[in-house]
């Protein structure tokens, strides 16, 4: 079955300390996307991609990095210059949006919850 | 970057229709309207889009205006598994702009 994998789905860092999160799509889609997600609030775009290797920084994409080497990986990288990382961060994934306006359905995954210890 | 607004709240019973309506003044000529469910610790899914008029699935109908600034998701006979928050992101060749949501609740 196609889907979207993020690993892993809880994840514990600590202070000073770089991680990854990893996001896998086997459905094609050239598109790729990354959000936060903070308690009782909305997602909040991080980064996104819409062609291999190339990405573009969303609205909260300070401390955040991210790489696209491959069609089917998108993995976010938390730094250290992050301050409040803590949060529930999601990956989506869709088809490339070549029409105007028109919308091809997000897929997302299960997310991955970072806390920091 | 357009903005949209809802209602931070609803509470309903099973088996009535639900209608949640977001606000979207500033929506781009280009942009299709979307609605997205999510339960608690997944990730949204997506329920149905359209552009202008109305859209119906299996799950759900959208009702867009002419003036296109609001849109209504109605969820008919909704039950308890349909306890979520609901959003209206818009975008368009960017990504979508999620907003805080909905939070539908649905009583026995």
């Known amino acids: 079955d196609g889907g979207i994998t993020q690993s892993p789905k809880y994840l514990f860092r600590k202070e000073g300390q770089n991680v990854t999160l990893s996001c896998e799509q086997n459905l094609n889609h050239d598109a790729m996307y990354w959000y936060r997600q903070d308690p009782g609030q909305g997602l909040r775009l991080i980064y996104y991609?819409?062609?291999?290797?190339?990405?573009q920084k969303g609205d909260i994409a300070e401390g955040y990095s991210v790489s696209r080497e491959k069609k089917e990986s998108f993995p976010l990288t938390v730094t250290s210059a992050q301050k409040n990382p803590t949060a529930f961060y999601l990956c989506a994934s869709s088809q490339q949006n070549r029409d105007r306006g028109r919308h091809y359905g997000y897929t997302f995954g299960s997310g991955t919850r970072l806390t920091v210890v | 970057l357009a903005k949209t607004t809802q209602p931070i709240s609803m509470d309903s019973y099973e088996g009535q229709e639900v209608n949640i309506t977001c606000s979207h003044n500033?929506?781009?000529?280009?942009?299709?309207i979307t609605w997205y469910q999510q339960f608690p610790s997944q990730g949204p899914r997506f329920i149905i889009q359209g552009y202008k008029t109305k859209v119906t699935n299996e799950v759900a109908s959208l009702f867009i205006p002419a003036d296109r600034k609001s849109s209504t998701l109605s969820l008919p006979r909704v039950s308890l598994s349909d306890t979520a928050v609901y959003y209206c992101p818009l975008g368009g060749r960017r990504a979508l702009t999620f907003g805080s949501g909905t939070r539908l609740q649905v009583q026995p």
């Open positions: 991609s819409q062609i291999v290797n190339d990405f």
């Open positions: 500033n929506i781009a000529t280009n942009d299709y």
